[in-house]
């Protein structure tokens, strides 16, 4: 699909959550297939692309920001045959796809989370989320005061197989949502993987959920003050100089396809003029 090289910039979006967009076969679920029925639609509209929200496997505990497996369509709105014929379609209309992609946190469904819940403190498996050991007398309490942007608090305490208390895992969000240790190279090359996966199947840009929160302070430092997810001086879990390392790496994956292959954040920063 030829376009200008700088489309993004100036482009009409339009964005679909593909469960509630349209049902093709009356199961009262909107599917893929749907979408490819609309495509005549949204031609109709002047769009130059579609931003297609979470249509991954999902228990759906933050409406399919809780991601099982990130290479993947939910069974219940489609397949990949179906991705591809939906990216063919909108291509033939010269219409451009950005899709949601969520690299703060997995879903509690996904397989290395229920490998981490099932290994022991200091594996591997646990290494690539953010596991650590409660405070007080008998760890009782959580690691640090860190907020949750969904209940109080950022940690949820787990038990070991013999059913005594374990270790705690962060979440800035839903407890069902655990967030990624991106200090493990595991996670970092698994998510190269995943761009590429997105992009050989023709998508043109990525809409990045939680950009700037990938990175943790070294340490997990306390916060030390009442504060709230989108509190702009809260450090330890935003904004931190590391998230930049991160989509550099990502923007070789993009500058290694044809065209102008773009991704755009989702962000709340304290000034525009961070790097």
Same mark, same amino acid.
């Not at 093709?24 to 130059?48: A, H, Q």
């Not at 010269?94 to 290994?119: M, R, T, Y």
């Given at each position: ?9 100036? @482009?009409?979006?339009?964005?679909? +959550?593909?469960?509630?967009? *349209? ?5 009262? $679920? /909107?599917? =893929?297939?749907g979408i ?22 999902? @228990?759906l505990?933050?409406?399919? +920001?809780?991601?099982d497996? *990130? ?5 219940? $709105? /489609?397949? =990949? ?13 010269d219409?451009s ?11 509690n ?13 200091g ?23 860190w ?39 595991e ?64 923007r ?12 755009v ?11």
């Amino acid at each position: 699909m030829a376009k200008d090289a700088l489309w993004w910039r100036q @482009a009409a979006i339009y964005q679909i +959550y593909p469960r509630s967009f *349209y049902d093709s076969n009356g199961d009262g $679920i /909107g599917d =893929l297939n749907g979408i490819i029925e609309k495509v005549p639609y949204l031609k109709s509209l002047n769009l130059d692309a579609v931003w297609l929200s979470p249509f991954y496997p999902s @228990a759906l505990a933050d409406g399919g +920001y809780d991601v099982d497996d *990130y290479r993947d369509v939910d069974p219940k $709105i /489609g397949t =990949l045959k179906d991705f591809d014929r939906m990216v063919k379609a909108l291509h033939k209309a010269d219409i451009s796809l950005i899709i949601d992609i969520v690299p703060n946190h997995s879903s509690n469904q996904h397989k290395w989370f229920k490998e981490a819940l099932a290994s022991e403190p200091g594996s591997k498996a646990r290494d690539r989320y953010i596991f650590r050991d409660g405070r007080g007398k008998n760890g009782e309490l959580p690691p640090n005061d860190w907020p949750s942007h969904f209940v109080p608090s950022a940690w949820t305490r787990t038990n070991n197989p013999d059913g005594t208390p374990g270790q705690w895992y962060l979440h800035l969000f839903a407890p069902e949502q655990p967030d990624w240790n991106w200090d493990n190279r595991e996670v970092e090359e698994d998510f190269l993987k995943t761009l590429r996966f997105w992009a050989d199947r023709g998508v043109d840009g990525f809409r990045i959920d939680v950009a700037h929160g990938m990175i943790k302070e070294a340490g997990l430092p306390d916060v030390a003050k009442k504060s709230t997810m989108l509190d702009k001086d809260a450090r330890p879990y935003w904004n931190q100089p590391g998230v930049h390392e991160i989509y550099r790496s990502w923007r070789k994956i993009f500058d290694s396809y044809p065209g102008d292959r773009m991704g755009v954040a989702e962000a709340w920063v304290p000034s525009s003029d961070l790097p």
